[in-house]
């Protein structure tokens, strides 16, 4: 799973789209959230799985896409430095967090009604049902921290 909303085997994962780029998703999410929780990429990273490099260019892409950053380098100290998300940062956190939970409440019997016409129609498979290592429409494997397959 991606970080979306997921009932009944069905997932609707909120995606804020600028251009062609995502803008903030279930996983600049949990990443903007493990930031904030542990003052530091590293430590976020090393919780998520993620490649060190891979997580350096999220948060250098969502800092791109808004009018100011949203995680910001905390210089010295006694542990070194580390990071922060910045007052945008936690608004916009909390803004997504906030629509995520309207589609949770609200989208709920219309994500249901939306997966089981497409699983009668054959055009989506449970995860269950997917093999080992199975690719999403964009070649990447399904439920990686980069994917933004969005499962019905």
Request: net charge positive.
């Amino acid at each position: 799973m991606t970080g979306g909303i997921r009932r009944s085997g069905v997932e609707l994962a909120l995606q804020v789209v600028r251009g062609r780029a995502v803008a903030i998703g279930p996983v600049q999410a949990i990443l903007l959230e493990e930031i904030r929780d542990n003052g530091s990429i590293a430590a976020a990273q090393r919780r998520l799985g993620a490649s060190y490099s891979h997580v350096w260019k999220l948060v250098a892409a969502m800092n791109a896409m808004f009018s100011s950053p949203l995680v910001e380098p905390v210089r010295g100290g006694s542990k070194g430095g580390g990071a922060r998300l910045t007052h945008e940062g936690r608004t916009v956190l909390d803004a997504f967090r906030r629509l995520e939970a309207i589609l949770w409440v609200h989208g709920d019997a219309d994500i249901r009604v939306i997966g089981q016409a497409a699983r009668e129609a054959g055009l989506i498979r449970l995860e269950s049902e997917r093999a080992p290592g199975a690719r999403d429409g964009r070649g990447r494997e399904s439920g990686c921290l980069n994917s933004t397959r969005q499962e019905m």
